[in-house]
């Protein structure tokens, strides 16, 4: 590297004649002669001046590999393993503590020598003079990162491993105390294996046991929020919380404020889950019986004895559900009768009067429900027999369900009317009560129906050519007429 003296240090200020006098002097003299103070005041300015070049220059160097170092350092950490093992001696390699030799090369060594190598020569004996000063601090620097780098690994299996582990105990029996102990001991194990200190393992042990607690109690009131609230609130307040208190073992973890807010939620879920059973009784009692006789299937929730007493109490809960459960007795008993002929209804009305029991109320009981449901069947099919055996006869639906023209209407006929007699029933009535309504607006219509309605009744005349059934026929349409107009006189009134 050149250096240009400034010009400002070639300009003589002593006395005018010393140019003359030196230049008088034999070379001999001139080398016995010390220089002056002037002279010696330029060479030292000049070193001066050649040290701080040459020390700018040096820490702009050691400012471009500060810059690489710090560049190879983030490359290492980006391609280290997880957990960081190795981190430190891939970088800076290993040094004897009781010599201070290098033991093991690392890649810092490499990147040193090799900037210092390629430094101008003035400038390499400053950079190298650097490198164990680098080395020691880059040496705690990535042993700090790969220590934070296993801390990190830890915590993240941790968090892992415990978010299954809660996992499963959200899912789990909140009774089933092995599996609990069995899913907490498995997180704990863990935390003790773990590079923690002293306080900061308690800590995570106090962490990990409350969030068990607090995720098994939220499973209890899952399942059993009347429960929970009971036993949170005879916690929150307890004087002695001490192991003898009831729901001890599964709330001593807890902090006061997961008590409160458990509580709270605790007391909301009971709430809500009466007014839902509440609803599901009062739904399955309005519906389930004639869903159950017309299907054999309610769909809904079907409450319990335990939902009756949650939301009325034992006594009353207990008469409701009985009331509840002779009904859907009933309607058991109605879906089982649903085919049967009414001589077979009345066979078993007859059997069930007549069985002897030692048990009084026994049979009260068992007769109750077949009685209603014998009872309800038979005035459905009294009240509507077409209507009964298209509900009942999938066969006979399909066959009203495709009419279209007369000859239709004669098939659909005869499939109620036969599936009529099948059943034993006196009173033939060919049409539902629905059609035969529709079927007497027809034959009284005016202009302002369309073609298709006032010939409905004109179809099913011409339909039932058998004299027996015209006549049935003629009696169900002169009986809807009758009834039609009877309501629409009571509208009027």
């Excluded at 164990?132 to 915590?155: C, F, H, I, P």
């Excluded at 002779?326 to 007549?354: C, V, Y």
């Excluded at 049935?472 to 309501?487: D, F």
Aim: proline share 4%; net charge negative; no cysteine.
């Amino acid at each position: 590297m050149a250096h240009i003296i400034p010009l400002s240090v070639t300009q003589r200020r002593g006395d005018a004649g010393s140019a003359m006098r030196l230049a008088d002097a034999s070379l001999a003299e001139a080398a016995a002669r010390p220089l002056d103070e002037y002279w010696q005041a330029v060479a030292a300015h000049h070193q001066q001046r050649l040290a701080q070049q040459q020390a700018f220059d040096t820490e702009i160097a050691a400012h471009r590999l500060d810059g690489e170092i710090a560049s190879a350092e983030a490359d290492t950490v980006a391609n280290a393993p997880a957990d960081g093992e190795g981190l430190h001696h891939v970088m800076y390699g290993e040094i004897d503590r009781h010599s201070g030799r290098v033991v093991q090369k690392g890649r810092f060594d490499t990147l040193l020598d090799t900037f210092v190598n390629q430094a101008p020569p003035e400038l390499r004996p400053g950079l190298a003079s650097r490198k164990e000063a680098l080395r020691e601090a880059g040496s705690v620097r990535m042993a700090m990162r790969q220590l934070q780098r296993r801390v990190e690994y830890e915590r993240d299996h941790l968090a892992t491993i415990q978010a299954e582990e809660l996992d499963t105990i959200a899912k789990s029996d909140p009774d089933d105390i092995p599996a609990f102990d069995a899913a907490r001991r498995t997180g704990l194990d863990l935390i003790a294996k773990m590079n923690l200190d002293a306080e900061s393992r308690q800590k995570a042990e106090a962490a990990w046991r409350e969030s068990t607690a607090r995720t098994r109690l939220e499973a209890l009131i899952a399942r059993n929020p009347k429960r929970a609230a009971e036993m949170l609130g005879a916690w929150s307040v307890a004087n002695d919380r001490q192991a003898g208190t009831a729901g001890a073992e599964a709330l001593a973890d807890l902090s006061p404020e997961d008590t409160r807010r458990l509580l709270g939620q605790a007391r909301t879920a009971t709430a809500t889950r009466l007014i839902e059973v509440r609803a599901n009784i009062d739904l399955a009692s309005q519906n389930g019986p004639d869903a159950i006789a017309n299907t054999g299937n309610y769909p809904g929730a079907m409450p319990s004895p335990a939902d009756f007493t949650d939301v009325y109490g034992v006594e009353e809960g207990g008469k409701r559900y009985h009331d509840f459960s002779r009904k859907i007795d009933a309607g058991r008993q109605a879906f089982g009768m649903r085919t049967m002929p009414n001589q077979a209804i009345h066979a078993m009305l007859r059997d069930a009067a007549s069985a002897t029991t030692t048990s009084q109320e026994k049979v009260r009981s068992n007769h109750d429900p077949l009685a209603e449901a014998a009872n309800e069947t038979l005035r459905a099919r009294t009240a509507d027999p077409g209507a009964y055996v298209r509900r009942v006869f999938p066969i006979v639906d399909e066959a009203w369900k495709n009419v279209s023209d007369t000859k239709g209407h004669q098939n659909a006929i005869l499939w109620s009317v036969s599936a009529q007699h099948q059943l034993g029933l006196e009173d033939i009535q060919p049409l539902p009560n629905a059609i035969a309504e529709d079927a007497v607006i027809a034959l009284i219509g005016d202009n302002s129906q369309s073609e298709e309605t006032r010939a409905l009744g004109r179809i099913l005349l011409d339909a039932t050519t058998d004299t027996y059934l015209r006549m049935s026929l003629v009696k169900q349409l002169i009986y809807s007429s009758i009834m039609m107009s009877l309501s629409a006189n009571r509208r009027v009134r």
